[in-house]
């Protein structure tokens, strides 16, 4: 699996840290030549402003939009995401929607079709998911908002799985890369076939 992480800004060495040690490749992805032969790509938290900026810039909005492998999105990843930016995802965030500073958290969450105990999630003046189309499957709610979803390949959650040792996320995300995840509302059991 060559997996790679938009690097323009952001959380991006986290999440190529963990995809590393969960042995896949990793390819810093900072202009559209480098999307060529992903199998999936990771878009880091960080600041979604400067990060659509630094998307301008580089031209990779149209090649992004046109990405036919699946995403992960992380927080201003998960905004990068959403109808009013890359479109990639059926989704409106709401940004800081929790606060600003002093609302960055974390919670123990319970994640649709993850096994094992709640993840343990660090929240960084985080987003939701104010609404989403019906193909978009919520996967995840904090005090009733929506903090992770899933629509077909695409996966995307306002907190920052790449903080911390739970790789769980991660291997669903290769999961999802390697064709061998049972998609959320697919499964009789709300399983995923672990790699
Ligand atoms: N608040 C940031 C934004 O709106 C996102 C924060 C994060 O990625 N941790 O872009």
């Known amino acids: 699996m060559l997996i790679g992480v938009l690097a323009l800004q952001g959380g991006f060495a986290a999440h190529a840290k963990m995809l590393l040690e969960l042995a896949a490749d990793v390819r810093e992805v900072r202009v559209p030549a480098d999307l060529e032969g992903l ?13 659509t900026l630094g998307i301008e810039r580089e031209g990779l909005g149209e090649p992004l939009r046109s990405f036919a492998k699946p995403v992960f999105g992380t927080c201003a990843g998960l905004i990068m995401l959403d109808r009013e930016h890359l479109g990639m995802m059926d989704i409106e965030a709401r940004r800081n929607a929790f606060g600003r500073q002093v609302r960055s958290f974390e919670a123990d969450l319970e994640i649709e079709g993850l096994d094992g105990p709640p993840l343990r999630a660090v929240f960084i003046r985080a987003p939701w998911i104010a609404a989403h189309g ?9 005090d009733g908002h929506a903090v ?10 306002a ?9 769980r996320l991660h291997e669903r995300f290769l999961a999802i890369c390697r064709g061998t995840a049972v998609a959320v509302d697919l499964a009789d059991d709300p399983g995923w076939v672990a790699p």
Do not use: R, W, Y
């Open 39 to 51: 199998d999936g790509l990771v878009i880091p938290g960080g600041e979604s402003t400067t990060m």
């Open 134 to 142: 019906e193909d978009v499957q919520i996967v995840a709610e904090v």
């Open 148 to 157: 992770a979803a899933q629509q077909g390949d695409v996966l995307a959650v």
């Open 159 to 167: 907190f920052h799985p790449e903080l911390g040792s739970d790789t």
